[in-house]
C-alpha cells in the first residue's frame, strides 16, 4: 500500500516468475471521474441487463482469471498477495455474471480516493465493458477523485482514458490520499 501512495505498482516478468518488480511511468494513464465514455452498443447492453454485476463475491478468482491468458504479468505471488489485500478491503473485483457463472470482471487496489485499476478478463463478449463501466460507476457514486490505469492504451482510451504528465498525476494522487471513500454498489 505504500508503493501506490508513492505511484509504484507491481509487475512479474512472466506468470511463472517468482518474484515482482515495481514500475512507475513518466506518463500515466487515468480515466477521469465522470468522464466515462459508453459507446451506444454498451449502453445497450447496459439497458437491457444482460449482466448482474457484484462487488467482491469472488476476488480470487477474478484475479486468477486475469492471469489465465498466454501471457501475463500476474504471478502466484501477485495473486495471493492482492488475495490478502482484499481480505482487508485493499483491493476490490467488479464482477459480471451470467446466469450465475462469472464471465467477467476486473479488479484493482482502493487507497482513500484513488482506485488503482490492475486488470480485467472476460469469457463473453461485453462482460468486461460491463464491469469496466460499473466501476465507473461505483468511483463517481463514492466520491473517488482517481482512477489509475496506468498505462494508456487504445483499448482504454475508448473508455475516456487520457495520458498525463507525471506531476499532474503526483498531485491528482496526493488529493485523493487525503479524502477516505467506500468501494460499494
Known amino acids: 500500500m505504500e508503493a501506490y501512495s508513492q505511484g509504484l505498482f507491481p509487475m512479474a516478468e512472466h506468470k511463472k516468475a517468482e518474484g515482482v518488480n515495481w514500475y512507475t511511468a513518466r506518463k500515466r494513464g487515468i480515466i477521469p471521474i465522470g468522464k466515462f465514455h459508453t459507446s451506444e452498443n454498451l449502453?445497450?447492453?447496459?439497458?437491457?441487463?444482460?449482466?448482474?454485476?457484484?462487488?467482491?463475491?469472488?476476488?480470487?478468482?477474478?484475479?486468477?482469471?486475469?492471469?489465465?491468458?498466454?501471457?501475463?504479468?500476474?504471478?502466484?505471488?501477485?495473486?495471493?498477495?492482492?488475495?490478502?489485500?482484499?481480505?482487508?478491503?485493499?483491493?476490490c473485483s467488479v464482477e459480471t455474471y451470467r446466469n450465475g457463472e462469472l464471465v467477467g470482471g476486473l479488479y484493482g487496489v482502493k487507497l482513500m480516493a484513488a482506485f488503482f485499476g490492475e486488470s480485467m478478463f472476460k469469457k463473453e463478449k461485453w462482460a468486461d465493458k460491463f464491469a469496466l463501466h460499473h466501476c465507473h460507476e461505483i468511483l463517481k457514486k463514492n466520491g473517488f477523485?482517481?482512477?489509475?490505469?496506468?498505462?494508456?492504451?487504445d483499448h482504454l482510451a475508448q473508455f475516456g482514458c487520457i495520458e498525463i504528465e507525471a506531476e499532474e498525476y503526483e498531485q491528482m494522487l496526493d488529493r485523493a490520499l487525503k479524502k477516505e471513500c467506500k468501494f460499494k454498489l
Open 145 to 153: 477523485l482517481l482512477w489509475d490505469t496506468q498505462f494508456y492504451t
Open 43 to 91: 449502453a445497450r447492453i447496459i439497458r437491457q441487463e444482460r449482466f448482474e454485476v457484484r462487488v467482491n463475491q469472488n476476488f480470487r478468482e477474478v484475479v486468477k482469471q486475469c492471469a489465465n491468458r498466454e501471457t501475463s504479468w500476474i504471478n502466484d505471488l501477485i495473486i495471493n498477495s492482492y488475495d490478502v489485500l482484499n481480505q482487508y478491503g485493499n483491493a
